[in-house]
């Protein structure tokens, strides 16, 4: 009986690794440049026929300086901008952060939906739940840096 048990148990904790393996990937991995560590880097999979998609990441500056996020770039879409959200009214609305995001030393600046986060845009192909794409940061003090983008359902969040 404690065999059964066992391996019961042992199916358990692999079926449970096998559910949890698509939150798994880049969301895991830091990803450092210069003062900056990068963590959790995720998409959505965009509703058909859009050619938008949005990413969202955490940036922590774990150094004396500011920094900034100035550019991010991808070769899934043909144009990427640095985005926040604010309401007004009953409305939320979308605008483009042209001088980028600060970093403030010692401080962690997430992007998530409904907030901060990159707008790719002009999609040749809309990234499909499962697949992951790169897109390259640069910093404006930290330089540039590739990270792995991994992409989850439509509707899905983070944390």
């Given amino acids: 009986m404690k065999h059964?048990?066992?391996?019961?148990?042992a199916v358990l904790l692999t079926l449970a690794a096998v559910l949890a393996a698509?939150?798994?990937?880049?969301h895991d991995t830091a990803i450092k440049a210069g003062n900056l560590v990068i963590t959790g880097p995720w998409s959505r999979q965009s509703p058909m026929a859009a050619d938008v998609a949005a990413g969202f990441l955490t940036i922590a500056n774990t150094g004396q300086e500011d920094d900034r996020l100035?550019?991010?770039e991808t070769a899934i879409s043909?144009?990427?901008?640095i985005h926040g959200m604010k309401m007004e009214g009953d409305v939320m609305k979308m605008f483009e952060l042209p001088e980028g995001i600060p970093i403030p030393a010692g401080g962690t600046v997430e992007l998530k939906p409904k907030s901060l986060?990159?707008?790719f845009m002009g999609?040749?192909?809309?990234?499909a739940e499962g697949e992951h794409f790169t897109a390259?940061?640069?910093?404006?003090?930290?330089?540039?840096v590739e990270v792995q983008?991994?992409?989850l359902a439509p509707g899905a969040h983070m944390n």
């Fill in 4 to 9: 059964l048990k066992d391996i019961a148990f």
């Fill in 22 to 26: 698509p939150w798994a990937g880049a």
């Fill in 70 to 72: 100035v550019k991010a």
């Fill in 78 to 81: 043909s144009m990427t901008q």
């Fill in 117 to 119: 986060h990159l707008m």
């Fill in 123 to 127: 999609l040749a192909k809309p990234p």
């Fill in 136 to 144: 390259t940061l640069t910093f404006e003090k930290a330089g540039t």
């Fill in 149 to 151: 983008f991994d992409v």
